[in-house]
């Protein structure tokens, strides 16, 4: 496994995380990423027509494939974005709005494609099994930029985005898996920027009353 992760790592467009060794600064901000085994120090994004060849590559392989959905910033699709988040520059993962008709819907429709698109139905453009909604969803300081929140707040809002997805993912895919992805602090205490990953999962769950997608 750890050898077709190092091979899969030079294929432009694929991001493999335990080849890259991430140092944080006393405020939880990202430090420094080290690539390791020659892993690109930049991976490049790839737009839909290669994304088609590059899951194809992969599932000739056997891979079992998981990708991870984020909002970036593109001038002209703001209303997609969480009303009032900080933009910058660096940053490819901001909260989404789910707060309107239209931003939701664009959503919606764009993930059931994306699930329906690579369902396994047509082999040559491979098959997606796990979609990651998110990345380390329990840090608002690292991630989505929403600014001060209490934890039932912010769970409140990512929990909207992850309804609307769930929905979208298991309408164009039945089988798929649909996953919440959580920053390592488990037991840690709350702030308004970061929250801990047990107290994350129980708020999710009280809110949505969604105990069967998650086991604590």
């Known amino acids: ?107 919606h429709a764009t993930l059931y494609y994306l699930a329906n698109r690579y369902n396994g139905t047509d082999q040559k453009i491979g098959k997606v099994t796990n979609w990651v909604i998110g990345n380390e969803v329990n840090d608002n300081l690292q991630y989505y930029y929403m600014g001060p929140k209490d934890r039932n707040s912010f769970v409140t809002e990512y929990y909207n985005t992850f309804r609307i997805a769930y929905n979208a993912l298991k309408s164009g895919n039945a089988a798929a898996n649909v996953y919440i992805p959580l920053q390592g602090r488990w037991m840690t205490a709350d702030t308004m920027t970061d929250y801990g990953g047990r107290g994350f999962l129980e708020s999710f769950n009280s809110i949505g009353k969604l105990a069967v997608f998650i086991k604590i």
């Open 1 to 107: 496994k750890h050898e077709f992760l190092v091979r899969a790592s030079q294929i432009e467009g694929i991001y493999v995380p335990s080849l890259y060794d991430i140092s944080y600064n006393d405020d939880g901000t990202v430090a420094a990423i080290t690539p390791l085994e020659n892993a690109p120090a930049a991976v490049k994004k790839r737009i839909i027509k290669d994304f088609d060849s590059l899951l194809g590559t992969l599932y000739d392989t056997g891979a079992q494939m998981t990708v991870a959905i984020l909002s970036e910033y593109r001038p002209g699709y703001e209303f997609l974005l969480y009303p009032g988040v900080n933009i910058r520059p660096e940053t490819q993962d901001y909260a989404w709005n789910t707060k309107d008709a239209k931003s939701a819907g664009y959503i």
